[in-house]
T-cell receptor, first 117, second 114 residues
Framework: AQKITQTQPGMFVQEKEAVTLDCTYDTSDPSYGLFWYKQPSSGEMIFLIYQGSYDQQNATEGRYSLNFQKARKSANLVISASQLGDSAMYFC??????????????FGSGTRLLVRP | EAEVAQSPRYKITEKSQAVAFWCDPISGHATLYWYRQILGQGPELLVQ????????DSQLPKDRFSAERLKGVDSTLKIQPAELGDSAMYLC????????????FGPGTRLTVT
């Protein structure tokens, strides 16, 4: 069965510094995708970044980048130049199933990030 | 920018009462998901619709939970009777299907069962 592990329950980072949030996964399917979502205290899940298993380059979206190491089965999120508004829960998730109507997401337990001024 | 709408945002109900949540996905999104998120955990899928059909409800406690999407647009999730362990955030998400990979989430309904 597919599984997502986030081993850091909480992280602190100083404003304007970079931070890495860890995510490891387990799957036997050669085709999969990894997502990162941000969940502020208001509750909504905000999509940040996506990496497909066959993508040759690491995904980047603005200040977010995904450090994808396939052999180690890790997909760490790197946030550069942290801002106070980055304080939130961050969830790593894996696509289970093909990229059609049947696909669903399996989520990790999350990491709470607090940005210090 | 189009958003997934959910109501109510907050709901407090007593044990053994019935409760219902509503979700309106982004227009044109054929796939709709209901997730349950217990405090301190990641969301877990309850039920998935493709248009009006259920694709996956393997994690839905069918003795007390029901979900419908009659016209393939908006959806309702019902709990009857509610139990203390049902206290959680209920999130709805939608996806266009076969065009984009990301799921767009609504603001959620926070349920407290007393």
């Amino acid at each position: 069965a597919q599984k997502i592990t986030q081993t850091q329950p909480g992280m602190f980072v100083q404003e304007k510094e970079a931070v890495t949030l860890d995510c490891t996964y387990d799957t036997s399917d050669p085709s999969y995708g990894l997502f990162w979502y941000k969940q502020p205290s208001s509750g909504e899940m905000i999509f940040l970044i996506y990496q497909g298993s066959y993508d040759q380059q690491n995904a980047t979206e603005g200040r977010y980048s995904l450090n994808f190491q396939k052999a180690r089965k890790s997909a760490n999120l790197v946030i550069s130049a942290s801002q106070l508004g980055d304080s939130a829960m961050y969830f790593c998730a894996m696509r289970e199933g093909p990229m059609d109507s049947s696909y669903k997401l399996i989520f990790g337990s999350g990491t709470r990030l607090l940005v210090r001024p | 920018e189009a958003e997934v709408a959910q109501s109510p945002r907050y709901k407090i109900t007593e044990k053994s009462q019935a409760v219902a949540f509503w979700c309106d996905p982004i227009s044109g999104h054929a796939t709709l998901y209901w997730y349950r998120q217990i405090l301190g955990q990641g969301p877990e899928l309850l039920v998935q619709f493709q248009d009006e059909s259920v694709v996956d409800d393997s994690q839905l406690p069918k003795d007390r939970f029901s979900a419908e999407r009659l016209k393939g647009v908006d959806s309702t999730l019902k709990i009857q009777p509610a139990e203390l362990g049902d206290s959680a955030m209920y999130l709805c998400a939608s996806r266009r299907t076969s065009i984009t990979y990301e799921q767009y989430f609504g603001p959620g309904t926070r349920l407290t069962v007393t």
